[in-house]
């Protein structure tokens, strides 16, 4: 390794935590430290370069220091870096809500700012429960949960989320949440279709609302994609049946559409695919492109009618962050939507993913891939054992592949077993036959004995 790479990680080891990080790995695993990032690459302080397979985290959509969101970013910076969002406003932050009230299905029309996606979801869990209690129904106070679902790390949404490895340690902190069978289609019987298969596991979903619909507030999914459990997809089937069924039982729908969103599945928003509209829809991530932290819950008419009442009724919504609605991030999630507006993205992201499956098809044939999966822009590979069984977790098969692809220009950071591409979306036909092989060598070397 170099000199400026060893020297700051040296530094860095001293003073810092790393997120979601065993940090005693570092005594064998190098940091990489990046200095700047152009396009799909990121560049070490020894100038080497790594494609950023992963978005750096879902969250890049135009690839690092785009010209155009780059410069929106400085001109508002010579204007407004942030205000006060309680009782003062500014112009980034209601063109924005415009333009996400536009953009998003008729019957959502508030949106409410955080500045990440986990205080996003604990306000649409707040304001469901809340939107309930002051409709005379405080005893509606659970929410429903898929298995294998996401939904942050903060206490609340580790709540409703079900990946043991985030979530098993603090369950003695937790609000105790109803978790039913996913939908996931990894899990369907040979030979059944994503569809029969998300169709079937809905029964579970209406079994649980039969039996709970009372105490129910509402119903939480990650539409189409459970990204952080590992990337597991299922059909939008599920979610018209569950638009339906949460309508019939009176219970709200909150689509966390905060990985999925923004033309990840192939459509703007997942839920598109299912023509459907929950009562509270959260977005960040790819929000502002990868660019700064924010986040929003767009929620209804009648939603907000719930609340809007005299000061002394005390039915308002009293939560706030810091940082709500900040300027600038504001801005980048403006440039954001212009860049959509201004090119067809997503008619261009329809043959990166046609590519991406016609890049890997091979590996469909490697004996340790038990499945490739693709949901338009996310493509993700289940590395497994022969004989079908998964690789005991203690092996981190997956920091192989890690490993490998680190000496071979790219960035990927396998979910456990599951290998994936989830680039932005400026990648092209060239860099994505570059992943295929990086992932194809890597996976090779991972799964040898
Ligand atoms: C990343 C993520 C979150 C949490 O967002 P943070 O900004 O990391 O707090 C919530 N839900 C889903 C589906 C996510 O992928």
Known sequence: ????????????????????????????????PIRRGEGVWLYDLDGNRYLDAI????????????????????????QLEHVILAGFSHEPVVELSERLVELTPEPLTRCFYTDNGSSAVEVALKMSYHYWRNHGQPQKQRFITLSGSYHGETLGTLGVGDVALYKETYKPLLMEALTVPSPDCHAREPGVSWEAHSREMFRHMEAALEAHAHETAAVIVEPLGQCATGMRMYHPVYLQLLREACDRHGVHLIADEIAVGFGRTGTLFACEQADICADFLCLSKGLTAGYLPLAVVLTTDNVFDAFYDDYASLRAFMHSHSYTGNPLACTAALATLDLFRDSDVIGRNRILAAHMAEAVAPLAEHPNIGEIRQTGMILAMEMQQTDGRPFPFEERRGIRVYQHALTREALLRPLGNVVYFMPPYVITEKQIDHLATVAAEGIERATRR
């Open 1 to 32: 390794m170099g000199t400026a790479n060893s020297a700051l990680i040296e530094r860095d080891l001293r003073v810092l935590w790393h997120p979601c990080t065993q940090m005693k790995d570092h005594e064998w695993l190098p940091l990489v």
């Open 55 to 78: 978005s750096s985290w879902w969250v890049n959509l135009f690839g690092h220091a785009h010209p155009y969101i780059n410069q929106r970013i400085r001109d508002q910076l010579e």
